[in-house]
């Protein structure tokens, strides 16, 4: 495998790992009586080129750079688990789904005894935010497409997270805070975008201006330079 190949799947693996982390894996034992069925409830996903977000809290953030728009969004409200009904009203709801929202567990959407419902679909205004409607309180599998047209060069859509709505909000260790929800939720899943130039090398000097003369028969190089994901 060469240097670049390498430094390539380095590069993907940490964009794997950071969509998990955007994605927001959150604690489990927030006191679910205290959701209000009644309060508004948003989800917006948010995709952009670059950004250093925090690990996700469901918070707005900012320093991202580069919105990608015309990205579209789909998510579905798991309702089951091994064939038993996801009920984020209980304590048991919770701890059904806490394996998977902190990566213990990998959720495999077509497990056997696995149900998904529709929830809705939303895409990428030009902000690089897809804004879903109203969606009932329930633990979601949210998946992306390619936008079209692809004008920021993605390469591959962010891997699908899960999130819940709402989110239970969280103090400065991560830890959840008993009774306090987040009802406007905020992703940041990462794709991957890479942009590529090719420019003709000139015998002799990169300006051809200077160059000596290039005709039919003449050997020359054409370099290709590519912004490799952070």
């Not at 670059?50 to 969004?73: K, Y």
Request: aromatic residues 6%; negative net charge.
């Amino acid at each position: 495998m060469s240097k670049f190949t390498k430094r390539v799947s380095a590069s993907l693996g940490a964009l794997a790992i950071a969509a998990i982390a955007l994605a927001g894996a959150t604690p489990a034992n927030a006191a679910p009586a205290n959701i209000d069925p009644s309060e508004a409830r948003s989800l917006t996903v948010h995709a952009f080129e670059n950004g250093a977000g925090t690990a996700g809290d469901g918070s707005a953030q900012t320093g991202f750079t580069g919105p990608i728009e015309g990205m579209p969004f789909t998510a579905q409200r798991v309702t089951q688990l091994g064939g038993q009904a996801i009920d984020l009203n209980t304590t048991e709801g919770w701890d059904r789904i806490a394996p998977y929202l902190s990566g213990a567990s990998t959720f495999d959407p077509a497990a056997a005894g696995t149900t998904l419902v529709a929830g809705g679909t939303a895409t990428s205004n030009t902000a690089g935010a897809a804004e879903f409607g109203l969606l009932p309180v329930g633990l979601y599998w949210v998946t992306a497409a390619l936008p079209n047209p692809n004008t920021n060069h993605v390469t591959a859509v962010p891997k699908p997270f899960l999130v819940t709505l709402p989110m239970p909000m969280t103090d400065a260790t991560g830890a959840a805070v008993p009774g306090e929800w987040r009802y406007d939720v905020h992703a940041y899943p990462k794709p991957t975008t890479i942009s590529a130039v090719k420019r003709l090398q000139y015998v002799n000097s990169t300006d051809p201006a200077t160059t000596t003369h290039v005709g039919l028969g003449s050997l020359v190089d054409w370099h290709i330079d590519l912004a490799l994901p952070v």
